[in-house]
């Protein structure tokens, strides 16, 4: 985050650089590296419940039907979640870059 620490005995000092136009252009890669390693940990969440749809089915625990609605409802939440990341990373974006 390129926060420089000082100390001089009794207060610990904190300086930040000036937000430049580098700077906001750095600190926006960092919030769009945040917001795909959300995007991966929500496609790997979909993943293993779809796995364990598919072992259900499999075992006769929910049927064909189910699996198939189950499904269809992981997948529309999970779009919606990459949605609502994608919105919020451009506002964040904006919001950065605004002087």
Do not use: W
């Amino acid at each position: 985050m390129g926060i420089n620490p000082s100390n001089d005995g009794k207060v610990i000092r904190l300086l930040f650089p000036e937000l430049n136009e580098e700077r906001r252009k750095d600190l926006v890669k960092v919030v769009h590296k945040k917001g795909e390693e959300c995007k991966v940990a929500i496609r790997s969440i979909r993943r293993d419940v779809m796995e364990q749809i598919k072992k259900d089915c499999k075992s006769s625990t929910i049927t064909e039907d189910d699996q198939k609605y189950l499904e269809e409802k992981i997948q529309k939440l999970t779009d919606d979640m990459i949605k609502e990341i994608e919105t919020i990373l451009a506002a964040k974006e904006k919001e950065i870059l605004a002087v």
